[in-house]
């Protein structure tokens, strides 16, 4: 009994030790002038580690419902599946005319389901060749390390809610502490970029101020090498 309860103990410690890894989280808003609500600013950490996260297995899901696409903006890592379920009573047709992926999903049925993998990162415009008014947005995005703002702008890295949308693993909650790149993105501001220094333990605090004209089209934009 004393000799199982000492490997018991053990067990414990050698588990404790190996999640004893340093990490912080990243608490912030945006703020922008003229801007009726500031929510879907997604903000996401150029570079993690080497950037190597597996993706999900499991497909993320954007959503047909009442002739809108739910949610309106959903960042996902590299190598997702999304599927497309038609949940209205009216046909939809589903097409992106991006450069990242280009696809056109046909025009299907209610109850129906189609599916894209998204195997390079950068921003995708859904839109529905049937109602002129639906549009949404895919984030085809490095890392895990994502988030989109609520109507407050406010929003936190790493996020429960983004992760759980775009089916990512539980085992990238931690965010290392370091030195890093956050980027914004949103349909109708400019790109920002800020530094922040994640600590050992608890917060960081960031405040981007956004303003309004049309984003750059590359989410990473390319360093030149000098080699
Ligand atoms: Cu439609």
Known sequence: MRLLRLTLTAIAFILLGANLTFAGVIKGAVTVKRLRSLEDVVIFIEKVGENKFAPPEEPAILDQRNLVFIPHVMPI????????PN???????VFS???AKKFNLGTYGIGETKSMLF???GKISLL???HAEMSAFILVLKNPYFAVTDKEGKFSIPNDKAMK????SEKHK?????KYIIRTWHEKLKNATQEVIVPEEGEVQVELSLTRGKPSKE???NKKKSN
Do not use: E, I, Q, W
């Not at 890592?77 to 497309?84: A, Y």
């Not at 931690?174 to 370091?178: H, Q």
């Open 219 to 221: 989410l990473y934009p």
């Open 77 to 84: 890592l590299v190598g997702t599946k999304v599927d497309f």
């Open 119 to 121: 195997d390079k990162p």
């Open 87 to 93: 949940n209205d009573n009216v046909r939809h047709n």
């Open 165 to 168: 949308a775009a089916k990512v």
């Open 97 to 99: 005319p991006s450069k």
């Open 174 to 178: 931690d965010l290392p502490a370091g």
């Open 128 to 130: 529905c060749n049937v």
